[in-house]
Structure formats: structure tokens, C-alpha cells
């Protein structure tokens, strides 16, 4: 069996302060509240850079940044036939209180610096496997990208 989806999005999105802006929702497939980085479906005529920007600002009410494509994931490629399009985001700002949710939806955005994230994969706090895989995707491109980047190294981050 093959489901049909289009594709995905998620977004490692840093604000001003370098803290990460994450999402806490309830998952019903998981039956439990999840912390994760928001995202969604690339919904018909969007790019998925759009469609991360859009995930971004509706569930966050987070905006701008610069933004760069950490890569393209299969996620669940035994079931789905779809893509993840994981994209970094950093020095957004606030610019809206008010969320657009969909129908169902209940988030509550959280604010985190991202060696206590670290530490929250490390402990099965955040199970997420495509929020586990985007950060993955965010170290390999800090790696590549010190000391330009700016941002914090691994040894440097008390674990």
C-alpha cells in the first residue's frame, strides 16, 4: 500500500536571542503532546520555501530571517510517496500574536536554546523522527559552514 501526500515542510527556525522557536501540540496518531518544529503540507500552488515561510508565520506568528534549504528527506518512504523539505531559518522576529490554525489544531509556541534541545533528543523527550532528522540536517550545516555560521559547536554547548 502506497499513500499519496503532498509534500512536507519543517522549519529549524532560531530567533534574534539564537533560541530556537519550537511548537507543543497533541498529535492524535501518537495520542500524546509533542515539542517539534513547526511545519505543515505544501499546499497546491506554494513552493515548499513558501510553504515553510507560511507554516512558520501561522503557527509561530514568527517572520523573516534568512533562510537556507538544509536538503529533502524521504520520510516515510515505505508508506509515502512523498518529500520533507527541511529549511533553516534564522533571526526571525515575532510579528504576529494572533495564529492561524487549522481546524483541530491547539499550539503553544516555546522559545528554547538549542543545546537544551539537544539535551531533550538526547533524553527521548522529543521523539519527532522528522524534527530528530532536521536538527541532524542543522549540524551538518553549522559544520560546514564554522566558523561562519556563528553558532554554537557541539563541545562548546556544556554537554
Known amino acids: 500500500m502506497v499513500?499519496?501526500?503532498p509534500d512536507w515542510v519543517v522549519v529549524v527556525a532560531f530567533d534574534d536571542a539564537e533560541r530556537l522557536v519550537m511548537v507543543r501540540q497533541y498529535r492524535h496518531g501518537w495520542g500524546d503532546v509533542t515539542l517539534e518544529c513547526p511545519g505543515g503540507l505544501v499546499e497546491p500552488g506554494y513552493e515548499p520555501l513558501e510553504a515553510a515561510r507560511a507554516e512558520l508565520l501561522q503557527e509561530t506568528?514568527?517572520?523573516g530571517g534568512e533562510w537556507t534549504n538544509l536538503g529533502r528527506l524521504a520520510p516515510v518512504p515505505a508508506v509515502f510517496n512523498n518529500a520533507l523539505h527541511v529549511f533553516l531559518a534564522r533571526g526571525v522576529t515575532r510579528v504576529s500574536d494572533e495564529l492561524d490554525l487549522?481546524?483541530?489544531e491547539d499550539i503553544r509556541t516555546e522559545l528554547h536554546p538549542y543545546p537544551e534541545v539537544r539535551r531533550m533528543v538526547e533524553r527521548g523527550d522529543i521523539l519527532h523522527a522528522q524534527v530528530v532528522a532536521a536538527f541532524y540536517l542543522y549540524e551538518l550545516w553549522c559544520e560546514a559552514n564554522r566558523p561562519a555560521a556563528g553558532w554554537v559547536?557541539?563541545?562548546?554547548?556544556g554537554r
Open 3 to 5: 499513500l499519496e501526500s
Open 61 to 63: 506568528g514568527h517572520a
Open 102 to 104: 487549522d481546524e483541530g
Open 153 to 157: 559547536d557541539a563541545e562548546e554547548d
